[in-house]
């Protein structure tokens, strides 16, 4: 095999896991706490496992609207995103071994949700509820998953990869 499509099949292993430990974690949630109820919560009431579904996207966004509506943009944008995403990813030889792994979380969180998405009639899966204590309005955070999770970790980490190295490059010119 090739040592360059080795090096980008490597980080494949990440959005494997990713989807694995969601999709796990989603069935013991449907399996031992009945829907819209809290399961269980630690210090106090900072963080709490509970089972309620979403059937829109981040912050509940498009929750209401028509059912043709939301299987469309939810579902068919998605799955046309992470293909352009993958098809980018292997065209592109410039991203570091940090940028490859983090795109790949970011790609197995969304594979992720749009499983639930096409499978669960009754929307995505969330049970991590923590407690946001008033800041921005809110008195806990939407509640979220593992997928959700890894795609704000690794998108978190690719920005920020990103930055690094274009303050690297800027660097590199001035000093020519």
């Known amino acids: 095999m090739d040592k360059n499509l080795k090096s980008k099949l490597i980080p494949f292993i990440l959005t494997a ?3 694995i430990l969601d ?7 449907v399996k031992f706490i009945p829907p819209y109820t809290i399961g ?5 009431d900072f963080l709490r496992i509970i089972n309620v579904y979403n059937t829109g996207v981040a912050f509940s966004f498009g929750a209401g ?4 509506l939301r299987r469309i943009m ?6 046309a995103v ?4 993958t098809v980018i990813y292997f065209r592109n030889n410039e991203f570091s071994k940090l940028q490859r792994w983090a795109i790949c979380g970011i790609i197995g ?3 992720g949700n749009l499983i639930d998405r096409i499978f669960r009639s009754t929307g995505v899966v969330d049970f991590i509820d923590v407690k946001f204590y008033g800041l921005f309005g809110l008195e806990r955070w939407p509640t979220f998953n593992v997928a959700d999770s890894a795609v704000v970790v690794c998108g978190i980490m690719l920005i920020i990869t990103f930055i690094i190295t274009s ?5 590199s010119s001035e000093e020519k």
């Open 65 to 68: 609207w028509p059912v043709v």
């Open 23 to 29: 999709q796990v974690t989603k069935a013991l949630i």
């Open 40 to 44: 269980t919560q630690f210090f106090g």
């Open 82 to 85: 992470i293909t352009l995403v």
């Open 74 to 79: 939810f579902s068919i944008v998605p799955i």
């Open 17 to 19: 896991a990713v989807i």
């Open 109 to 111: 969180g969304g594979i």
């Open 167 to 171: 303050v690297h490059e800027a660097k």
